[in-house]
């Protein structure tokens, strides 16, 4: 594409995401919301002030991000002019344009994520498979995979429970991870992964095979309502284990919270079990289990009405939950994800967190059917 296509080409995208985004709309209702801020008694609901507020936040994430295109699409309205007067090199026109479709793209593909769940902060769960301290160390290395991938992006890790395993390795573990749009991006990482490899703990030095499931729910906040039947909730508490000093086994600060949840679609009953060892207060951890729960149970709806939408459109790809996503081959040095068909020969890049182009793959793919 020549400079004058390119130029032509990023100032029409930019327009469309203008549009698109509705960026008139949005900067009418942040100005009002704004003002409403400004009001004495604004602050006695605190509640729905943290709605209000929450509200102007994830609004000026795409007018901020908008803005910044628009203003890279100036820059490069400058440039070209003086590019044609002869003030400005080949290079740096090029660089200019680089500049300005970075930015487009980034917002292009951030507009797939417009579902409500999306903004939200994610639970990340993993679990070993069958396979004894071979899929431990499996759920372990994909533990260390998204701690990484999280610090490469910013985003705050906690553990809020984790179960080591016998040998090595790890059973289980629940991470939350907060930043911006991190379910919106986490929420393909959900199936089962899928490890080859010449194991470090076969004497033999056989080729195994593990398995470890990755479970990813939006950790939902305080301004969606949830309800939670207190009639069916109960709680135990219990000394924590593991590293943490005298405090861990001398007090109960651990809780595990029982719901005896009922499917409001299909009458079906289940217990809902929650354990949380994240602090040494136990107030803290029984309020964390509780966010957990209201967690899970937004995930539940969230999932039916997936299931309804997926019935209506019968005839599209339908993505399952839980089944086998991605294979991590380390001999041959190939990482691929089976609903998308990417891959790429970079594991030790891929377990130290770069992941992103995964990500990207399967929201250009099913980003418009979730």
């Not at 071979?134 to 998204?146: K, N, P, S, T, V």
């Not at 602090?279 to 803290?284: E, I, L, S």
């Not at 998308?340 to 099913?366: H, N, P, R, S």
Request: aromatic content about 8%.
């Amino acid at each position: 594409m020549t400079i004058p296509e390119s130029v032509k080409d990023l100032t029409a995208r930019k327009d469309m995401l203008h549009k698109f985004l509705d960026i008139d709309r949005l900067q009418s209702a942040i100005a009002e919301e704004e003002q409403r801020t400004e009001a004495a008694d604004f602050w006695n609901d605190p509640k729905e002030a943290k709605k209000v507020m929450l509200s102007i936040k994830s609004k000026k994430i795409w007018t901020s991000a908008y803005q910044a295109v628009s203003a890279s699409c100036d820059d490069m309205q400058v440039m070209y002019d003086f590019f044609n007067s002869g003030d400005a090199t080949e290079d740096e026109m090029l660089q200019q344009i680089a500049d300005t479709t970075k930015l487009i793209e980034e917002l292009e593909f951030k507009n797939m994520l417009r579902n409500e769940s999306d903004r939200f902060d994610a639970v990340l769960a993993i679990n070993a498979g069958a396979g004894g301290v071979e899929a431990q160390d499996w759920a372990e290395m994909l533990m260390r995979m998204y701690t990484r991938y999280a610090e490469r992006n910013n985003y705050k890790v906690a553990v809020s429970n984790s179960l080591d395993g016998e040998g090595a390795g790890i059973k289980s573990v629940t991470m939350q991870i907060e930043g911006e749009f991190a379910y919106g991006y986490l929420k393909s990482e959900t199936g089962v992964h899928r490890l080859v490899r010449v194991s470090p703990f076969n004497a033999q030095g056989k080729r195994m095979t593990s398995f470890a499931s990755v479970s990813v729910t939006p950790l939902v906040d305080d301004t969606i309502e949830v309800v939670v039947d207190n009639s069916r909730l109960s709680w135990d508490t219990f000394r924590s284990g593991g590293a943490g000093g005298q405090n861990v086994n001398k007090v109960e600060s651990g809780v595990r919270l029982r719901y005896q949840y009922k499917d409001p679609y299909t009458g079906e009953e289940e217990e809902i079990l929650i354990e949380n060892t994240e602090t040494r207060d136990q107030p803290k951890n029984k309020e964390n289990a509780l966010r957990l729960l209201r967690s899970q149970l937004y995930d539940r709806e969230m999932k039916h009405r997936m299931e309804e939408q997926a019935k209506i459109k019968a005839g599209q790809k339908k993505i399952e939950w839980g089944s086998q996503i991605r294979s991590y081959v380390m001999d041959d040095r190939r990482v691929k994800d089976h609903r998308t068909g990417y891959q790429t020969g970079d594991v030790g890049g891929v377990m130290d967190g770069k992941i992103e182009e995964f990500i990207k793959a399967y929201l250009m793919q099913f980003g418009g059917e979730n």
